[in-house]
T-cell receptor
């Protein structure tokens, strides 16, 4: 049973527009959430995180929103750039722990 | 500073054979993790070392998998005997003591025929 879900396997966005990647989770014990980006033939790289005491965290073009009551988080990328094309994984942990539970990923394609 | 490295990058073996994957974490990182991604699905946690001790091995699928981290530096993950369903990409990650950001290696793609 998947505890972290990313229901859109792929997403295409025009360069310069906003990309919104969604993630839903089922375990209410999760209190720390992360987004990782993965290019082909490379390992995932950390992008941005948010703890459950916040509802928004921003880092440059990347913003993560957390809605605890809906058990939903989203990653906004604005403006989107072709170099953002990658697979994005949502991950979560309990007690700010180190055992991350990952979603299946969403492949983002930013079209020039 | 060198990142997390994994060897080999690819391994193709026959069912029933043994394969050993190696991970070299970032120097000084106490925490080392193994993950697996099968058939393009989610990345699944296998186990977590703190130095040479296994902190959490709840994700190890069965006793055909053996992970070691002698001396608290590099780690190996042995699969013996390999089965078809073991095919996938095995990632290693490391983090510093108290650090939440895990740095991933490029992965080892294992194909069991």
């Amino acid at each position: 049973d998947q505890q972290v879900k990313q229901n859109s396997p792929s997403l295409s966005v025009q360069e310069g527009r906003i990309s919104i990647l969604n993630c839903d989770y089922t375990n209410s014990m999760f209190d720390y959430f992360l987004w990782y980006k993965k290019y082909p033939a490379e390992g995932p790289t950390f992008l941005i995180s948010i703890s459950s005491i916040k509802d928004k965290n921003e880092d440059g073009r990347f913003t993560v929103f957390l809605n605890k009551s809906a058990k939903h988080l989203s990653l906004h990328i604005v403006p989107s750039q072709p170099g953002d094309s990658a697979v994005y994984f949502c991950a979560a942990s309990i007690n700010y722990g180190q055992n991350f539970v990952f979603g299946p990923g969403t492949r983002l394609s930013v079209l020039p | 500073e060198a990142g997390v490295t994994q060897f080999p990058s690819h391994s193709v073996i026959e069912k029933g054979q043994t394969v050993t994957l190696r991970c070299d974490p970032i120097s000084g990182h106490d925490n080392l993790y193994w993950y697996r991604r099968v058939m393009g699905k989610e990345i699944k946690f296998l186990l977590h070392f703190v130095k040479e001790s296994k902190q959490d091995e709840s994700g190890m699928p069965n006793n055909r998998f053996l992970a070691e981290r002698t001396g608290g530096t590099y780690s190996t993950l042995k699969v013996q005997p390999a089965e078809l369903e073991d095919s996938g990409v095995y990632f290693c990650a490391s983090s510093s003591r108290g650090g939440n950001e895990q740095f991933f290696g490029p992965g080892t793609r294992l194909t069991v025929l």
